[in-house]
């Protein structure tokens, strides 16, 4: 379920309504997420930061999860997670 979520939650982001995205991230929050789902909703949750709070536990969080992504052999997300590291 929570990864169906994540899929809905990238959709509306990419249409735009981020109240929709916001929303279904509160749903997934309490869920048990496999990794890639986890490194789905940490990029979610990063595309909305400012890069204010730039917390070295987050940066290697960050990092963990887009060599997860790339060891699973997901680009795509290993991008959005190096991208989301270097903002």
């Known amino acids: 379920r929570g990864s169906r979520l994540l899929s809905a939650a990238e959709i509306a982001f990419e249409l735009g309504r981020f109240s929709h995205v916001e929303q279904i991230k509160k749903q997934v929050a309490g869920m048990a997420l496999l990794p890639r789902d986890q490194s789905r909703l940490a990029w979610l949750e990063g595309v909305f930061d ?5 917390e070295p536990a987050e940066a290697r969080r960050l990092i963990s999860l887009a060599g997860q992504a790339l060891h699973a052999d997901d680009r795509d997300l290993a991008a959005h997670q190096r991208a989301a590291e270097a903002e």
């Open 50 to 54: 400012d890069g204010s709070s730039s």
